[in-house]
């Protein structure tokens, strides 16, 4: 059993996890850095905390396995992926079929931790999880896939908000637009390995649309307006500083390295920009954020 569910749980790369979860930490923070000046202020429960980490993993979990699912003979012909999980049968549709659903549910249950104070997580769970999966037929009719799936994290930020304040605001829309912007450059950058591939079988993306140079250039705009978004975020949200602005600096720094490290005739960096950096962007950014509401 630990050895199938260590299985499952490279299959969908839960260590990957890490690339939306600093996010829906940073909403969190600055959610709750809010409910604390409010009048009356609203008080930090570790309930909250737990719902907003179960949700997250929850909803990856799902999301990762029915795209696995859904791509599955696509997989077993593309060169770069035919050795995963399910073309190589290591594991059955039957085994990943009943851990989406079993994800699923966790990510419906989770969400009854916010209960009674806040039901929206909770009437927002299936519509969330449908436009999930929805992702995962995307490449088959649209170039602009890379956005939907910058849309789906970018429910990250957006949902830790409304679990804890059960309202929308700006920072929490421009936190996440800022996020579907990172995502959509990176998934461009990452999807440049497959470009023969996708022109072959007829699928669209970035890269297969404009080439890999064109796809290159369209991500480095995505990232130039990651990083007006988040300078933007300082001025719709009071707690941030100089400390934040420093931090976007930096990352500002990182994501001209990717680009600078990742070329249309040399892909050969493409896992070091897409994990390496990426990694330090979204944990980096979650560091900066809450030593700066704390400090």
Not at 63 to 88: E, G, K, V, Y
Not at 183 to 190: C, L, Q, R, S, T
Request: charged fraction near 10%.
């Amino acid at each position: 059993m630990l050895r199938r569910m260590g299985q499952l749980l490279g299959m969908i790369r839960f260590s990957h996890t890490l690339f939306a979860l600093p996010f829906a930490l940073l909403a969190a923070a600055m959610a709750w850095s809010a409910n604390l000046r409010s009048d009356p202020p609203i008080l930090f429960r570790w309930q909250d905390l737990a719902g907003i980490l179960l949700c997250m993993v929850f909803a990856r979990s799902a999301a990762m396995a029915f795209n696995r699912l859904a791509d599955r003979q696509l997989d077993a012909i593309n060169p770069r992926t035919r050795m995963r999980h399910l073309p190589t049968g290591v594991l059955s549709v039957a085994s990943v079929v009943f851990f989406t659903v079993a994800c699923s549910i966790g990510f419906v249950a989770g969400t009854l931790l916010f209960l009674p104070r806040n039901p929206w997580p909770l009437y927002a769970a299936l519509p969330v999880l449908v436009f999930l999966f929805a992702y995962s037929y995307t490449k088959r009719f649209t170039a602009l896939s890379h956005f939907w799936l910058g849309a789906a994290l970018m429910l990250a930020p957006l949902g830790a908000w409304v679990a804890l304040r059960a309202e929308l605001a700006w920072s929490p829309v421009v936190l996440g637009a800022a996020v579907l912007l990172w995502v959509a450059g990176f998934d461009m950058i990452y999807s440049c390995q497959d470009v023969e591939f996708d022109v072959k079988m007829h699928l669209y993306s970035a890269p297969a649309r404009w080439g890999a140079a064109g796809a290159l250039r369209l991500a480095a705009l995505c990232h130039l307006g990651m990083v007006v978004l988040l300078l933007l975020l300082s001025q719709v949200y009071d707690g941030f500083g100089w400390i934040y602005l420093t931090g976007i600096l930096a990352i500002a720094l990182l994501l001209l390295y990717e680009h600078a490290i990742v070329r249309p005739d040399d892909l050969s960096r493409v896992n070091r920009a897409f994990f390496h950096v990426n990694a330090v962007v979204s944990i980096g950014l979650l560091v900066i954020g809450v030593v700066d509401l704390v400090v």
